[in-house]
């Protein structure tokens, strides 16, 4: 019997994975640089920063914007002082420009259909998970949640997986991770359990292929069909 036909359920991350949240995150990462007299930055460098959670992100455009600025004041002291104003600026902007990558929502449906219990592990503050899920209307199809600040750790840390392990009562090869980075993919390693990789999302410019997940899909619809062929 393969390997695949022992899962009985599926964590996938959001950002990258599900959702394509870079316009609206560096809307409001722009707003705080704005805030703090810094210049602005591109999608592009944001796509590049996601994947470690909202200070990360954060952190990465303060040092960025900081050293193109003629003031290089060390800002990185004040990051605590700016996540405040981070976190009001993408609260106003949390899905204004988002998408949902294609294929998502009857994929999803479908393996619901198939008796496969879904989770929901992202790096995103939990506050920010779960209207974007509800806004795109996929809210219904998690038995779990859980965000970046909803455990001690976040991925690459397994502990989130962990955590759905227990909570399930999974033995670790009938939970698989999906997700577009190699935090997915280390956490899963980490963790014991299989994963799938995505080719489209946000991974720091690097070929998903290379952190070695158990395989790789193209499409978010290929998922189910591997799933299902195996």
């Not at 294929?103 to 209207?131: M, S």
């Amino acid at each position: 019997m393969s390997q695949w036909a022992n899962i009985k359920a599926i964590a996938f991350d959001l950002d990258g994975t599900l959702i394509d949240s870079v316009p609206d995150l560096a809307a409001a990462t722009n707003a705080t640089l704005v805030e703090c007299n810094l210049p602005e930055v591109s999608d592009a460098l944001v796509r590049s920063w996601v994947g470690n959670g909202a200070q990360i992100l954060m952190q990465r455009a303060l040092s960025y914007a900081s050293s193109m600025a003629e003031d290089s004041t060390a800002l990185q002291a004040q990051l605590e002082q700016v996540m405040p104003r981070f976190m009001h600026h993408y609260g106003e902007h949390l899905q204004q420009h988002s998408l949902l990558y294609p294929h998502v929502l009857e994929t999803l449906q479908q393996l619901t259909q198939a008796g496969y219990k879904l989770a929901i592990v992202t790096n995103k503050p939990y506050r920010f998970t779960v209207p974007l899920l509800t806004a795109f209307g996929l809210d219904g199809l998690f038995s779990e949640v859980l965000g970046g600040d909803s455990l001690a750790k976040m991925k690459p840390d397994p502990m989130p997986l962990q955590h759905l392990l227990q909570q399930w009562q999974l033995d670790n090869t009938q939970l698989l991770m999906v997700g577009d980075s190699k935090n997915d993919i280390l956490a899963a390693k980490a963790a014991n359990v299989m994963s799938i990789g995505l080719t489209y999302g946000y991974n720091y410019g690097e070929d998903i292929g290379l952190s070695e997940p158990d395989a790789v899909c193209e499409q978010f619809a290929d998922i189910g069909n591997y799933l299902q062929s195996q």
